[in-house]
């Protein structure tokens, strides 16, 4: 089964990446010179690592975070590394105000917005589901509803730029994973809600791209602090990982997936072997390290 598994596994996601990608785009950094573009959870892993590839683009950034202290370093290394201009606005997403008073940020400098980046995620625990509904309820606030309230209030600005709306997600956004119900359920949420908006612009013919990032297991702090104990997987780095969601966005693309070969391969697998599937991702688990 290991052997085939070697050989299945790539060409599967050598035959999904051909089906979404076959069209031939040229990727090019002038496409983000001179670019607005707000970033969300952009203190740290791939949100800090996205700022700095959009700073040597030189784009115009706002960056947004909870740490006031870690935003401010992360502005002075883009201006450092070439940014047409760099701001923050510190606060949490746990703040339903908070959503509008970024955006209206980005009106107020610039008077106009091109890229909106959603990053941001709350915190949550990497364990069997323990019943907390308020904790779902909470989380739902900041990784789904902030997204939804970030994007109604960048509307209007995008639509006049004809922009493109970036939103980072996860494989856990598509087929389920074991110890990550509350992350889970938030961004089933978030691919629902971008999915059908993406089908309302087109109906109506507003020139607004949505793309979706469906993310493996990044080598981000955050995420290795919580479950490299029991992942079976090697992360794939986040620099990386946050110059192709760039890309990704630029090129308007409907998903990105990374690693490309990995999630294309699991994805395409929902379609045809789901309980396979299932079987898979939870071989890849560690679960004698997982503590109740």
């Known amino acids: 089964m290991g052997v085939l598994l070697k050989i299945f596994i790539p060409l599967l996601g050598l035959a999904l990446a051909f089906y979404f990608y ?4 040229n990727f090019s950094e002038e496409m983000l010179r001179g670019k607005r573009v707000i970033v969300t959870g952009a203190s740290s892993g791939i949100g800090e690592q996205m700022a700095y590839h959009l700073a040597r683009m030189e784009a115009h950034l706002l960056l947004t975070a909870r740490t006031e202290a870690k935003l401010q370093k992360v502005v002075e290394q883009c201006l450092k590394l070439g940014a047409a201009s760099a701001h923050y606005v510190s606060g949490s997403m746990e703040d339903t105000t908070f959503p ?7 009106e107020n ?3 106009g917005l091109d890229m909106l980046i959603l990053n941001h995620i709350g915190y949550t625990y990497f364990n069997y589901f323990n019943g907390d509904v308020g904790h779902i309820r909470k989380l739902l606030e900041i ?4 997204y ?9 600005m995008l639509k006049e730029s004809e922009g493109s709306i970036v939103v980072v997600s996860s494989m856990a956004g598509k087929t389920g994973a074991p110890f990550s119900a509350p992350y889970s359920a938030t961004k089933f949420a978030l ?15 507003v020139n607004i791209s949505v793309t979706l990032c469906i993310l493996g297991y990044i080598n981000t702090e955050n995420a290795v602090r919580v479950v490299s104990h029991a992942m079976r997987d090697t992360p794939a780095p986040k620099e990386e990982c946050a110059l192709e969601i760039i890309k990704s966005g630029v090129l308007r693309r ?18 045809i072997a789901p309980d396979f599937l299932d079987s898979l991702i939870r071989s890849n688990y560690k679960v004698e390290n997982i503590r109740r």
């Open 109 to 111: 400098t610039w008077g």
């Open 254 to 271: 409907r998903e990105l997936h990374y690693p490309s070969q990995a999630v294309g391969s699991l994805l395409l697998l929902r379609g």
């Open 143 to 146: 990784n789904f509803l902030s």
């Open 100 to 106: 509008e008073v970024v955006v209206k940020e980005a």
């Open 22 to 25: 076959s069209a031939p785009e």
């Open 148 to 156: 939804v309230a970030m994007t109604t209030s960048a509307l209007p």
């Open 191 to 205: 691919d629902g809600f971008f999915s059908s908006l993406r089908q309302e612009f087109i109906i109506d013919k």
